[in-house]
């Protein structure tokens, strides 16, 4: 999923399934251990880890190969 965030960048958030985490304690450890993004958000009861991070444009990118 992706969409403008305003900065000259895309924000761009991926969903991920984790296996094995049973409690607050598992998902406070995976939230610990994403590091660089813009958000982190775990979802116990799912399984689901969805992380955020932003994806600035380079200014030497011609604008057609920035989306790639």
């Known amino acids: 999923m992706t969409g403008a965030n305003g900065r000259g960048g895309t924000a761009v958030t991926t969903l991920y399934t984790v296996q094995g985490m049973t409690c607050g304690h598992c998902a406070a450890s995976v939230t610990e ?9 775990v979802d116990l009861a799912t399984g689901r880890l969805t ?10 990118q011609p604008h057609d190969q920035r989306r790639r």
């Open 51 to 60: 992380v955020s991070i932003e994806r600035r444009r380079s200014r030497n």
């Open 33 to 41: 251990e994403v590091s660089g993004v813009t958000g982190v958000h």
